[in-house]
C-alpha cells in the first residue's frame, strides 16, 4: 500500500465540480479584486467563527503583518510567541518592525507554556501572539490573564485551527485580533493562496480594509501607507463553495486521531494529547520518537510518507541569526522528534489500519 502524507488533487476531489461550476460563473461576471464573492465570503467566514468582522488579504502571513502594523507600536516593541511556531509567526513580528520574545512549548500539548510567559514580559511588551499549533487550541485563560494583568493585546495565529474551539468560541474570536492561512493544505484551503484576519473590533477591520489595499480610503486617496494584500474573487469563491463542508472534513481527521490514539501501541511512540479531542481540529497528528529520522525511513519503505512540522526551529534560522545564540531545549529536542502521520480527510479505513498496523510493527 502506498499512502502519501497528503494529497490535494484527493482532497478538492469532492468539492472539483462545484468549485467548476461557480469559478465559471465568477470568471465570466469580469470582476476579480475586491468583489461580491469577496464580501460573501468575509460575511460567511466571520459568522462561522463568531466575529464581527473577516478581511480577506493575500496570505497567512500578510494577516499577521497587517494585523501588528495596524496597532502602529514604537520600534522597539516586543511581542511573545511560542519557539516552535512555524517561520511566519516570527516573520510577521520582525516585518511589521517588531522585536519576537521566545517562549519554550510544552513538551506534551505543543502549545506555548503559559506559565514561562511572565517571566519574559518587559515595559517594551505589547502584546502574546498565540499560535493554535496543529489545530489545538492554546490554553487562554492564563494569557488572558496576564494580558489584562500588563495591559497587553493578544493575536491568535490561527492558520492551522479553523474550527478549532476553545470552551464555547472558535480559535479566530479569542483575542484582540486571528490570522488565518487557507494556503492549499489548511483545513480549510484555497487553490492558490489566501488568508484573512478576524476581529470583533470595529476601528481595526476599518484600517485592515485599508491597510490591504495601499492604505487607501477613497480610490487613490492613501491614509497609510499599505500594502497590496487582497483575497481575489476567485479564491474567495473557492472558499466559499468549501466552507459548508469543513465541519465535516474536521470530523473526518478527528475520527482518524482517534483511532490513532487508541490503537497505536507502540513503546516508543509518544502520541499527541487526548483530552480536547473534540475540540482540537487535528490540521496535523504529531507524534514523537527519538530516532525520528531513522522511522521516518522504515515508514517511508513500508509505502507510508509523512512530514515534519517543522525541521529547523525559528531561531536556528540563518535568517535568524540574531537569535542564534539562544538555548531552547525543549523547542530544540522537540524539532529532532516530531514526525506528522497522514490524517487526511478522505483516507478509508483500510488506509488507517495499514498505517497503525505498520506503525505498531516497527
Ligand atoms: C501556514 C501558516 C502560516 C502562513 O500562512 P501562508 O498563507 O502560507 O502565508 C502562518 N502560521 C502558521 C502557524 C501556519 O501554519
Known amino acids: ?35 461580491k464573492n469577496l464580501e460573501q465570503f468575509e460575511q460567511s467566514f466571520a459568522a462561522y467563527i463568531g466575529v464581527k468582522h473577516c478581511i480577506g488579504v493575500g496570505n497567512g502571513l500578510e494577516a499577521l503583518v497587517l494585523l501588528l502594523k495596524a496597532y502602529n507600536f514604537s520600534e522597539n516593541s516586543e511581542v511573545i510567541v511560542a519557539a516552535n511556531t512555524y517561520i511566519a509567526t516570527i516573520l510577521a513580528i520582525t516585518q511589521a518592525g517588531l522585536t519576537p520574545v521566545l517562549v519554550e512549548p510544552n513538551a506534551e500539548t505543543y502549545q506555548i507554556d503559559e506559565g514561562k510567559i511572565e517571566e519574559k514580559i518587559t515595559e517594551n511588551t505589547k502584546a502574546i501572539l498565540v499560535t493554535h499549533l496543529y489545530g489545538r487550541c492554546a490554553e487562554m485563560q492564563p494569557i488572558w490573564d496576564l494580558a489584562s494583568k500588563y495591559q497587553l493585546k493578544v493575536f491568535e495565529d490561527a492558520a492551522q485551527a479553523h474550527g478549532a474551539t476553545y470552551r464555547t468560541q472558535k480559535a479566530g474570536n479569542l483575542s484582540d485580533g486571528a490570522g488565518f492561512s487557507f494556503y492549499p493544505t489548511k483545513n480549510l484551503g484555497a487553490m492558490g493562496d489566501g488568508g484573512a484576519i478576524t476581529t470583533n473590533d470595529d476601528n481595526l477591520a476599518n484600517r485592515l480594509r485599508k491597510l490591504r489595499n495601499y492604505g487607501f480610503s477613497l480610490k487613490n486617496i492613501a491614509d ?26 474536521n470530523q473526518s481527521r478527528r475520527a482518524i486521531a482517534k483511532r490513532y490514539l487508541s490503537e497505536i501501541k507502540n513503546p516508543a511512540i509518544i502520541l499527541p494529547p487526548a483530552n480536547r479531542i473534540e475540540e482540537d481540529v487535528w490540521h496535523l497528528f504529531v507524534i514523537q ?18 512530514a515534519i512540522h517543522y525541521p529547523v526551529p525559528p531561531h536556528q534560522q540563518k535568517a535568524y541569526s540574531e537569535l542564534n545564540h539562544l538555548s531552547l531545549p525543549i523547542t530544540e529536542r522537540l524539532h529532532n522528534q516530531v514526525l506528522s502521520l497522514p490524517n487526511a480527510p478522505y483516507l478509508t479505513s483500510q488506509e488507517i489500519d495499514y498505517v497503525i498496523a505498520t506503525l505498531n510493527q516497527l
Open 224 to 249: 497609510f501607507k499599505g500594502h497590496n494584500s487582497r483575497l481575489d474573487e476567485i479564491q474567495a469563491v473557492i472558499l466559499q463553495t468549501k466552507l459548508p463542508f469543513l465541519n465535516s472534513e
Open 289 to 306: 520518537h527519538e530516532n525520528r529520522d531513522e522511522f521516518r525511513e522504515k515508514l517511508s519503505q513500508k509505502g507510508i510518507e509523512t
Open 1 to 35: 500500500m502506498k499512502i502519501s502524507f497528503l494529497d490535494l488533487q484527493k482532497l478538492n476531489l469532492p468539492h472539483q465540480q462545484l468549485i467548476q461550476e461557480n469559478v465559471s460563473q465568477q470568471i465570466a461576471s469580469g470582476w476579480y479584486i475586491l468583489g
